[in-house]
């Protein structure tokens, strides 16, 4: 059981880097699928 | 007729090589467009063209693609066989685990448990077994939630909850591709040289594993089925990972038709792990006695070692000090 819950909070943990990760690295989706010219909203904040 | 002169003038002014493609259609004026455009039919020049593309000076070269047609494709795969697929494989493999325990119920050690046992798996082999596992059951379900979930969940829970637990799951299988990807290396680093396959493995399959009757065919360390279960986990993962990452740069390695065919691999080598491991977590809890013992507390009680992996047994017993403590 100990070991297993060490798993999981490794799991979690490494998680967590991986969201500070990705968010240096990954675009966003209204960036990442469209083109240079195109201006969309960000999702979830109209006009934004 | 108003949307195929529509089609006609977009496509008339895009894609010059459309017309090149059709030798039996009417040619166009000098203008490029056609207002009749009777001969212009838009699936025709759908089926004909993977893409159909215009010419345009900016650097971003994506610009340039006006309408990618398999995409249509792939999402009536995605709307309707994918979420059958889906149904046939998961419940399918639930029901014949149920069958299977009805008809053969839990499969015991022969004369009861023992008083003593052997270390199977030291704290690291359990670790990484554990980062994996627990990693993928979260990665199934959010997965199996992008497939399934607003024909499954929406109904259920309504619109703002399943918005909100749809989220949740989204962000988890980006996040958690990391440490199974992590969990899924270590495996093949650690255990690859106990999963060679080899004749005895053969023997082990034709004889059902043991499944059906009193007696268990010889076995080191890992049996046929586990081999069978290793490797899934190895290539598949590495495809799910591979596929999996390519989804989640959107551009950096692929066009726009390459991650459609990842996403349909993606899912596709999803569904039968998911098959695989229904089965194997069936077996390795409710399934077998004693078993989970394996990768809970290490200790496996040694008659159910001497049923299962007889020669991993003899090997553990010949290394063991004269005390008769176990070398590991």
Redesign the interface.
């Given at each position: 059981?100990r070991?297993?819950l060490?798993?999981?909070t490794?799991?979690i943990a490494?998680?967590?880097?991986?969201?500070y990760?990705?968010n240096l690295?990954?675009?966003p989706?209204d960036v990442?699928?469209a083109?240079?010219?195109a201006r969309l909203d960000a999702p979830g904040q109209p006009g934004g | 007729m108003f949307k195929a002169a529509l089609i006609a003038l977009l496509l008339a002014a895009a894609i010059p090589t459309a017309h090149a493609q059709a030798p039996s259609r009417q040619e166009a004026p000098a203008s490029g467009f056609n207002p009749t455009a009777t001969e212009v039919k838009e699936q025709d020049l759908l089926n004909a063209l993977s893409k159909v593309e215009g010419r345009i000076s900016i650097p971003d070269t994506r610009a340039a693609t006006l309408i990618q047609p398999a995409g249509q494709t792939w999402r009536d795969y995605r709307r309707g066989p994918l979420l059958w697929i889906t149904a046939a494989i998961v419940l399918g493999m639930m029901a014949l685990l149920t069958l299977f325990y009805l008809i053969r119920g839990r499969i015991r050690i022969e004369g009861g448990r023992g008083t003593r046992t052997v270390l199977r798996f030291g704290a690291f082999e359990r670790f990484m077994h554990w980062v994996t596992a627990a990693s993928w059951c979260v990665l199934a379900v959010s997965g199996l939630n992008i497939v399934a979930g607003s024909r499954v969940l929406l109904p259920l829970i309504g619109q703002d909850a399943f918005s909100t637990v749809s989220g949740w799951l989204k962000y988890s299988h980006n996040f958690l591709a990391f440490p199974f990807t992590s969990g899924v290396v270590l495996m093949l680093l650690v255990w690859v040289r106990h999963n060679i396959p080899n004749r005895m493995d053969l023997e082990w399959f034709r004889q059902g594993g043991g499944l059906f009757g009193h007696r268990h065919p010889h076995s080191r360390k890992f049996n046929g089925g586990q081999k069978a279960v290793f490797w899934i986990v190895v290539l598949g993962g590495g495809a799910l990972a591979a596929t999996g990452f390519t989804l989640m740069f959107p551009f950096y390695i692929t066009d726009v038709t390459g991650m459609q065919l990842a996403q349909i691999a993606h899912g596709g080598v999803s569904l039968l792990m998911i098959g695989a491991m229904l089965g194997h977590i069936y077996i390795g809890s409710v399934g077998m006695e004693g078993a989970l013992d394996a990768m809970n507390s290490g200790q496996v009680d040694r008659k159910w070692a001497a049923a299962h992996h007889d020669l991993w047994l003899a090997e553990v017993d010949a290394k063991s000090t004269p005390s008769g403590h176990p070398a590991e």
């Open positions: 059981m070991v297993f060490i798993a999981v490794s799991m490494v998680a967590v880097g991986a969201y990760g990705l690295i990954q675009k989706a990442a699928f083109v240079s010219g | -």
